[in-house]
Antibody, heavy 114, light 108 residues
Framework: QVQLQESGPGLVKPSQTLSLTCTVS??????????WSWIRQHPGKGLEWIGY???????YYNPSLKSRVTISLDTSKNQFSLKLSSVTAADTAVYYC??????WGQGTLVTVSS | EIVLTQSPGTLSLSPGERATLSCRAS???????LAWYQQKPGQAPRLLVY???SRATGIPDRFTGSGSGTDFTLTISRLEPEDFAVYYC?????????FGPGTKVDIK
């Protein structure tokens, strides 16, 4: 079955760009009908949807983050990625990737600190 | 943006009891695209129900989703020890997709 795994730096300095990759196994990222999402969860808090990219390329971002977010696909590697620019401590969270609404990756903690 | 409100915030029950969790949307959820997730500490959310009432693969039949429009309910018929967790609803019918704040089901 399809599995997703997030990867990337666990520590990012303030004002820099957070970059994460989600590697998809057990299925093609190019297969139709799915969108590929990023969601985050601040420590001890609820879930916040960041955005998604359709298999065909169109994206949609949470308006609250839109000016700082880019989600892209790399079909050759069966991966999709998240870039969040100008990060602050408020961006410290566990970041999850997901295919549509299921399945999700296990999540990766990103801490923003100098 | 559709705002989801979950109630109660915390539900204290004993194993074997019935749990009823509510999720209310600020406007109608398109196509009833409403999902329920269970999350345990240190784990990713697990999909329980999608499309308001369809049980996800491998989910026990003690979990039942119901409702439409703006009012949705997740019912756990008889709580098992492993069901004590936080439950989130999510609407995915209109972008931006949004989550409710969660209901914690803890042991009384």
């Amino acid at each position: 079955q399809v599995q997703l795994q997030e990867s990337g730096p666990g520590l990012v300095k303030p004002s820099q760009t957070l970059s994460l990759t989600c590697t998809v196994s057990g299925g093609s990222i190019s297969s139709g009908g799915y969108y590929w999402s990023w969601i985050r969860q601040h420590p001890g808090k609820g879930l916040e949807w960041i955005g998604y990219i359709y298999y065909s390329g169109p994206t949609y971002y949470n308006p609250s983050l839109k000016s700082r977010v880019t989600i892209s696909l790399d079909t050759s590697k069966n991966q999709f990625s998240l870039k969040l620019s100008s990060v602050t401590a408020a961006d410290t969270a566990v970041y999850y990737c997901a295919r549509s609404i299921d399945p999700w990756g296990q999540g990766t903690l990103v801490t923003v600190s100098s | 943006e559709i705002v989801l409100t979950q109630s109660p915030g915390t539900l204290s029950l004993s194993p074997g009891e019935r749990a009823t969790l509510s999720c209310r949307a600020s406007q109608s959820v398109k196509y009833n695209f409403l999902a329920w997730y269970q999350q345990k500490p240190g784990q990713a959310p697990r999909l329980l129900v999608y499309g308001a009432s369809s049980r996800a693969t491998g989910i026990p039949d003690r979990f039942t989703g119901s409702g439409s429009g703006t009012d949705f309910t997740l019912t756990i018929s008889r709580l098992e020890p492993e069901d004590f967790a936080v439950y989130y609803c999510q609407q995915y019918g209109s972008s931006p997709f949004t989550f409710g704040p969660g209901t914690k089901v803890d042991i009384k």
